[in-house]
């Protein structure tokens, strides 16, 4: 079962602009966090926002989370050709310590 | 280097063959899962360990079987029972119980012709 749903599928940009991926999920949650992936590798995790939290900062990432509309935002803040990658967010229910993922969003940023 | 290996990268197996694929770790995390992916899609939990000699099925188990008789390994088996085993293979840590962020291996390509 996939509890995250990025939205959009797939989205291309030109460098230096931001790229914004929301993601949505159906119970409730212990905390939120957004992975990359770049083709064909493992994947990295870039930032948790925990339940209580509602914003969240790491270098050029900004995460929100509303929990009452259960969806969250990944925004990268002036995007480098590097930035391309799938992200995928995930979530950890409040029972349980299954991790789950959505199907991700692919990110192409054109020098 | 501390992190979680897994070998081969590429493997090729003939239809109706099991084959074992490699996960360890060395970070001491007690935690470790195995997901599948498959292209243009996102991870499906597979089987997931909390402790050593204890694991527990996750969404899509059939055809797959594990071990955890140490910390630091946790192999999936993909048995002949699997009916469409090709896929990219993920393996994963995480500390204790905690319900942090995870560690990912590299992956393994598993082909089966």
């Known amino acids: 079962s996939q509890q995250g749903e990025e939205d959009p599928q797939a989205l291309s940009i030109q460098e230096g602009e931001n790229a914004t991926m929301n993601c949505s999920y159906k119970?409730?949650?212990?905390?939120l966090q957004w992975y990359r992936q770049n083709s064909g590798r493992g994947l990295v995790h870039l930032i948790l926002?925990?339940?209580?939290?509602r914003e969240k900062h790491s270098g050029r990432l900004r995460v929100t989370l509303d929990t009452s509309k259960k969806s969250s935002s990944l925004l990268i803040t002036a995007s480098r050709a590097a930035d391309t990658a799938s992200y995928f967010c995930?979530?950890?229910?409040?029972?349980?310590?299954?991790?789950?993922f959505g199907a991700g969003t692919r990110l192409f940023v054109k020098a | 280097d501390g992190g979680i290996t897994q070998s081969p990268k590429y493997l090729f197996r003939k239809e109706g063959q099991n084959v074992t694929l490699s996960c360890e770790q060395n970070?001491?995390?007690?935690?470790m899962y195995w997901y599948r992916q498959d292209p243009g899609q996102g991870l499906r939990l597979i089987y997931y360990s909390q402790i050593v000699n204890d694991f527990q099925k996750g969404d899509i188990a059939e055809g797959y079987s594990v071990s955890r008789e140490k910390k630091e390994s946790f192999p999936l088996t993909v048995t002949s029972a699997q009916k469409n085993p090709t896929a990219f293979y993920l393996c994963?840590?995480?500390?204790?119980?905690?319900?942090?962020?995870?560690?990912f291996g590299p992956g393994t390509r598993l082909t089966v012709t």
């Open positions: 995930a979530t950890d229910g409040t029972g349980g310590f299954k991790t789950i």
């Open positions: 926002i925990r339940s209580n939290e």
């Open positions: 119970t409730s949650i212990n905390n």
């Open positions: 970070l001491n995390h007690d935690a």
């Open positions: 994963a840590s995480r500390p204790g119980t905690t319900r942090d962020e995870q560690y």
